[in-house]
Nanobody
Framework: VQLQASGGGLVQPGGSLRLSCAAS????????IGWFRQAPGKEREGVSC????????YYADSVKGRFTISRDNAKNTVYLQMNSLKPEDTAVYYC????????????????WGQGTQVTVSS
């Protein structure tokens, strides 16, 4: 059972990146899956989540209107399109999945991927 995160990198302010989180060993159907981020010296923040069964989404206020989460059921993968990136978006991004959105939101998901670094800097 594994969540494989990818897509991080270095981008200038105003730029875009797309993160991917691919699941293996289990199907994402009936799971809430999404992204957390943690910057140095800051608490972990839930960024965005999608219900894989019905497509309901959650976004933190800090990313609303800039980030879009989507899913590809056939590929068992979730994506986070990040546009209009700001230096304050710099962090390690982690994907996480749980059958319960409440557990996901609390940061106690049963499955976690490795982090991918996103750096927004000129």
């Amino acid at each position: 059972v594994q969540l494989q995160a990818s897509g991080g990198g270095l981008v200038q302010p105003g730029g875009s990146l797309r993160l991917s989180c691919a699941a293996s060993g289990f199907t994402l159907y009936n799971y809430a899956i999404g992204w957390f981020r943690q910057a140095p010296g800051k608490e972990r923040e839930g960024v965005s989540c999608i219900s894989h069964s019905d497509g309901n989404t959650y976004y933190a206020d800090s990313v609303k209107g800039r980030f879009t989460i989507s899913r590809d059921n056939a590929k068992n993968t979730v994506y986070l399109q990040m546009n209009s990136l700001k230096p304050e978006d710099t962090a390690v991004y982690y994907c996480a999945a749980d059958r319960s959105f409440s557990s996901w939101y609390a940061g106690t998901s049963v499955y976690w991927g490795q982090g991918t670094q996103v750096t927004v800097s000129s």
